[in-house]
């Protein structure tokens, strides 16, 4: 199985800055979400409020994978299969599998 797309490194991939800053203020927003809960929970706010932010922060790396993906589509899989790397669309296949599973 395919380890990576073309421009990336052993499973790695070279990002571009926009792409970097999209992907990391989503993750800071939902890492900022995280403290706040952990400081609901220090301060024994109520259950439901509590479990409202959880449900944000779930929607936020929701969006977080989304963004992700689309990327990867853009670039890793759109190239591959132009230069004949159809395996790419058996390595897409199983992560939107495993990622249904969580949804």
């Known amino acids: 199985m395919k380890k990576g797309c073309s421009h990336c490194d052993t499973r790695k991939k070279v990002r571009s800055e926009e792409e970097k800053k999209k992907l990391l203020v989503r993750l800071k927003r939902a890492e900022g979400q995280l403290r706040g809960i952990q400081k609901m929970v220090e301060e024994d706010v109520y ?6 932010q959880v449900s944000a922060i779930t929607s936020a790396l929701n969006a977080f994978n989304k963004e992700l993906l689309a990327m990867h589509i853009h670039t890793c899989v759109k190239e591959d299969i132009l230069n004949g790397k159809n395996e790419t ?3 897409l296949t199983l992560v939107l599998q495993k990622l249904m599973k969580y949804v």
């Open 47 to 52: 259950c439901p409020d509590i479990l409202m």
């Open 89 to 91: 669309i058996d390595e």
